[in-house]
C-alpha cells in the first residue's frame, strides 16, 4: 500500500496538462481494444474473407493520413482540445454507423474504414502534438510506460468482458430482446459511444499552450528525419498486420471472440507491469535495450506461428504480439519526440510539420503491409500469407534496433553541437 501511495504521489507531481493527458488516454485506453482488435473480427465474421479485413483497415489508413493533413489547416481556426475530442468522439459514432450497416459490401467496407481512420487520425496526431509540447526528454519514459501501462490494462479487461458478453450473451434472451453476435457488438459499441464523451470532457480540463506559428508544409527534411521517417515505416509495416492478422488467425483457428478476450488477457498481464516498472526506472540511454527486447520477442511469435500453425502457434504469437507492442512504442515515442525536437530547432519549422510526415511515414509502411498481405492472399494462398508474410515482416522489423541506435547516437551529436552554439 505505501508503494502504492508513493506512485500516485509521484503522478502528482507532474505538470497539470501532463495528468489531464494520460487521464484522458487512460479512459480512451478502452475504446482502443475494441477499435482494434473486435472491429477487425466483425468485418472477418461478416464477410469471411481475410482480404477484405486487409482492405478495412487499409482503408482505415488512409483516413488517418487524410486527417492528419487536414488538421494541420484546422489547427488555425480550432482549439486543440476540439480537434482532439472530435476525434475521440468521431471514432465512436463511425464504429456504431459500421456496426449497423447491413452486409459489408465493398464500398460501404471502404467508408465505414475511411471514416473510421479519419476519427483516429485526429485523436493521434493532436495526441502526438499534445504530448511534445507537455513532456520533455528526461519524463517521457515515464508519460508513455504510464500511458502503456494503461493500454495495457485495457488490452486485458476489454478483451476479456467483451468477449465473455459476446460469447454468453449469443442466443440469450434479456428484456424481450434476442441477443445474437450482431447485437452484441451494438451494445458494445454504445457503451464505446459513452466512454468518448467522458474522455472529451476531461481533456477539456487541460489549459494547453499552441504557438502562433502554424505553418506545418515542408517537403525538404533533415537527414535525421527521413532516418525517422523510415524507421516509422518499419512500424507502420508491424502495425498493418498487428490489427489483422491476429483476428484472422483467432476466428481461423480457434473461431471466437470470446477466445481471443482470453489470450489477450493473459498476455496483458505481465506486460502492463513490466511496461510500468520499465517505464518508471528507466532511463532515457535505456531506450536502445527495449527496442532490442521487444523486435526479438516479435519475431520469435511470428516463428511459431509460421512453423506450428496451430492453435498452440496463434496462442503463442498473440502472447508475443501484446508484450512487443507497448515495450516497442515505450522506447520509439520518446525516440520520435526527441527527433522532433531537435530537427525542429535546427530547420526552424513548426513541430506539426514532423508529426504530420510521421503520419505519412506509418502509412507508406502499412500499405506497404497491407497490400503486401492482400496479394498474398490473392496470387498465393491465404495459408502461405498467414503463414510467412509475418516472419518476413518480423524479419525486416529487427531492422528497428540498428536504425534506432543510428538516430539515437545521431541526436545526442546534434544535441551537444547545438547547445554549444547557443552557448
Known amino acids: 500500500m505505501k508503494g502504492l501511495l508513493n506512485e500516485i504521489r509521484f503522478f502528482r507531481s507532474h505538470d497539470h496538462n501532463m495528468k489531464v493527458l494520460l487521464l484522458t488516454n487512460m479512459i480512451y485506453g478502452f475504446v482502443l481494444p475494441v477499435v482494434e482488435i473486435f472491429a477487425g473480427a466483425y468485418v472477418m465474421r461478416d464477410t469471411n474473407n481475410p482480404a477484405m479485413v486487409a482492405y478495412y483497415q487499409l482503408a482505415m489508413y488512409i483516413g488517418v493520413v487524410t486527417t492528419s493533413l487536414v488538421n494541420g489547416f484546422l489547427l488555425k481556426a480550432f482549439d486543440v482540445r476540439a480537434l482532439y475530442s472530435g476525434g475521440i468522439l468521431i471514432s465512436g459514432v463511425s464504429l456504431a454507423l459500421m456496426m449497423n450497416i447491413q452486409g459489408l459490401g465493398f464500398v460501404a467496407l471502404g467508408l465505414a474504414g475511411f471514416f473510421l481512420g479519419a476519427a483516429s487520425g485526429f485523436f493521434w496526431t493532436n495526441r502526438y502534438l499534445l504530448a511534445l509540447y507537455n513532456t520533455n526528454d528526461e519524463n517521457r519514459n515515464y508519460y508513455f510506460g504510464l500511458e502503456s501501462f494503461f493500454f495495457s490494462v485495457a488490452s486485458i479487461t476489454v478483451p476479456l468482458v467483451v468477449g465473455g458478453f459476446i460469447g454468453g450473451m449469443d442466443g440469450r434472451t434479456f428484456l424481450g430482446i434476442v441477443f445474437n453476435i450482431s447485437t452484441c457488438y451494438k ?37 535525421l528525419w527521413r532516418k525517422m521517417l523510415l524507421l516509422a515505416s518499419l512500424k507502420g509495416m ?31 498481464a505481465l506486460t502492463a507491469v513490466l511496461v510500468y516498472v520499465l517505464g518508471r526506472l528507466a532511463r532515457p540511454q535505456d531506450r536502445l535495450w527495449i527496442f532490442l527486447g521487444s523486435v526479438l520477442v516479435f519475431f520469435v511469435g511470428t516463428l511459431f506461428n509460421g512453423i506450428l500453425f496451430s492453435a498452440a502457434g496463434v496462442i503463442v504469437f498473440v502472447l508475443c504480439k501484446v508484450i512487443f507492442q507497448p515495450l516497442f512504442d515505450l522506447a520509439y515515442y520518446p525516440v520520435m519526440m526527441r527527433t522532433i525536437d531537435i530537427v525542429a530547432k535546427i530547420e526552424n519549422c513548426n513541430e506539426y510539420t514532423y508529426i504530420m510526415s510521421h503520419e505519412f511515414g506509418l502509412f507508406a509502411g502499412r500499405a506497404f503491409g497491407l497490400l503486401l498481405f492482400i496479394a498474398l492472399v490473392y496470387f498465393v494462398s ?41 552557448k
Not at 498486420?241 to 496483458?268: C, D, R, Y
Open 187 to 223: 451494445v458494445v459499441t454504445g457503451c464505446v459511444f459513452l466512454l468518448t464523451i467522458i474522455a472529451s470532457w476531461v481533456l477539456w480540463k487541460g489549459c494547453f499552450f499552441m504557438p502562433k506559428d502554424i505553418k506545418f508544409l515542408h517537403f525538404r527534411f533533415h537527414v
Open 238 to 268: 508491424v502495425q498493418g498486420f498487428l490489427v489483422t492478422a491476429p483476428a484472422i488467425l483467432v476466428m481461423k483457428f480457434i473461431g471466437n471472440e470470446g477466445a481471443l478476450g482470453l489470450i489477450q488477457g493473459i498476455s496483458g
Open 382 to 422: 491465404e495459408t502461405f500469407a498467414l503463414k510467412f508474410a509475418l516472419i518476413v515482416v518480423g524479419g525486416l522489423q529487427m531492422l528497428a534496433y540498428p536504425l534506432s541506435k543510428n538516430i539515437s547516437n545521431r541526436s545526442n551529436q546534434l544535441s551537444t553541437e547545438t547547445n554549444d552554439e547557443t
